[in-house]
């Protein structure tokens, strides 16, 4: 891409306006879940409207929460924490 822009039919980039009907969101990458002040790291993701993780990542340990991501927990893999 950085090659790819310095061309003059690419070189007047825009920032990435969603369509209608999708969502940027800010992601934990440790939980895959809405990054919140507590998240060291984070990341943004594009889910059609209504499909984004409603629960904010939680760091602190308390009462044994799941903190697999989202594949893990649909497929049953990785170790919960307690």
Not at 14 to 36: H, Q, R, S
């Amino acid at each position: 891409m950085k090659q790819a822009i310095q061309l003059p039919q690419y070189s007047d980039t825009n920032e990435f306006v969603p369509p209608g009907g999708v969502e940027i969101v800010t992601l934990d990458k440790a939980t895959n879940l809405l990054a919140d002040g507590a998240c060291p790291e984070d990341y943004t993701a594009a889910f059609l409207d209504g499909t984004a993780p409603t629960d904010t990542c939680d760091h602190t340990g308390v009462g044994g929460e799941d903190h697999r991501n989202i594949l893990q927990k649909i497929f049953g893999t990785g170790k919960p924490s307690n």
